[in-house]
Structures are given as structure tokens and as C-alpha cells.
């Protein structure tokens, strides 16, 4: 009976770390999409209104929290503080990406700066690509390895 609880448990545990790494990925995925409408929505904006950016931010329809939270860091950072910028789910080499995007904001002439955000739209999109294509057909892979993973470990257990 502790045989079968162990299996049991140990399964469970690789089923919820599967799961961690799947919605991790997921994440990603929603940050570069919401990234994409940021950037289209800043397009659009710089070329009909020129609105402020803080505005600009508050008014922006952004589903990830992970984004929600840079660019809250980022309006913190115009309006006189500190540059802090949260990884979150994002590698260290999409982080830093991501921070240099917004450090450039505002720093260039209009036709500049429309230019510079047409080029990051591509890149986003084009990371949002890949990874959608990527969790499509890896994206239950995570969580079945998990849960695999975990029935082996709770057999060698037993």
C-alpha cells in the first residue's frame, strides 16, 4: 500500500513540474504576442496622436502579467526613478533584449523611434512565431515527461 502511495505521490510531483515548465512556456509565448500589440499600439499612437507615454502604457490592453509588470517598472523609470526590469519568464538573453527595447523609448526622433519600434515589432512577432509554433507541438510534451518521469522515480522507489 506505501508502494502504491509512493508511485502515486512521486508521479504527482512530476505531473506538477511538467506543468510548471509547460505554463512557463505558455507565458513566453503571451509575452511576445502582448509585446507585438504594444509595439503596434505605439506605432500607431507616435504617428496620429504623439500621446505621452505613461498614457500610452495605462491605456495599452496587455493580457501578461509578466509584461504588465515591465512596463509598470518602466513608467516608474520616466517618472524619475530607477531603471528595474524583471526577467520573469523570460530567458537572460530575451530579458536583455526586452530591457534595451525599453531604454531606447523615447530617446529618438519621431521617424527614428517608428522605425526602431517597426524593426522590434518584427522581432517580437517573429519570436512569438516560434515559440507558438514551438508549444503547439511541444507544449503537453512537458507535462507527460513530467508525469513520466515521476512514475519512474516512484517505481525505482518502491
Not at 53 to 61: F, K, R, T, W
Not at 62 to 83: D, M, V
Given at each position: ?10 508521479s504527482?510531483c ?11 512556456s505558455k ?5 511576445y504576442?502582448?509585446?507585438?500589440k504594444?509595439?503596434s499600439h505605439?506605432?500607431?499612437n507616435?504617428?496620429y496622436?504623439?500621446d ?6 495605462d491605456?495599452?490592453?496587455i493580457?501578461?502579467?509578466?509584461l504588465k509588470?515591465n512596463?509598470?517598472e ?8 530607477e531603471?528595474v ?9 530575451e530579458?536583455?533584449?526586452v ?6 523609448l523615447?530617446?529618438?526622433d519621431?521617424?527614428t523611434q517608428l522605425?526602431?519600434?517597426?524593426r ?7 519570436k512569438?512565431c516560434d515559440?507558438k509554433?514551438k508549444n503547439d ?6 507535462i507527460?515527461l513530467?508525469?513520466?518521469?515521476g512514475?519512474l522515480v516512484?517505481i525505482?522507489?518502491?
Amino acid at each position: 500500500m506505501n508502494s502504491i502511495f509512493i508511485a502515486v505521490l512521486s508521479s504527482f510531483c512530476g505531473f506538477m513540474i511538467g506543468l510548471a515548465l509547460a505554463r512557463r512556456s505558455k507565458e513566453r509565448e503571451q509575452y511576445y504576442y502582448d509585446a507585438v500589440k504594444f509595439c503596434s499600439h505605439l506605432i500607431n499612437n507616435i504617428s496620429y496622436k504623439a500621446d505621452k507615454i505613461s498614457g500610452i502604457i495605462d491605456c495599452a490592453e496587455i493580457n501578461s502579467t509578466a509584461l504588465k509588470k515591465n512596463l509598470q517598472e518602466y513608467k516608474a523609470y520616466i517618472a524619475g526613478g530607477e531603471f528595474v526590469f524583471s526577467d520573469n519568464c523570460l530567458t537572460k538573453s530575451e530579458a536583455s533584449s526586452v530591457k534595451e527595447f525599453f531604454s531606447q523609448l523615447g530617446r529618438y526622433d519621431g521617424e527614428t523611434q517608428l522605425n526602431e519600434l517597426r524593426r522590434r515589432e518584427s522581432e517580437f512577432k517573429q519570436k512569438h512565431c516560434d515559440l507558438k509554433e514551438k508549444n503547439d507541438k511541444q507544449g503537453n510534451m512537458y507535462i507527460k515527461l513530467g508525469l513520466l518521469f515521476g512514475l519512474l522515480v516512484g517505481i525505482l522507489l518502491i
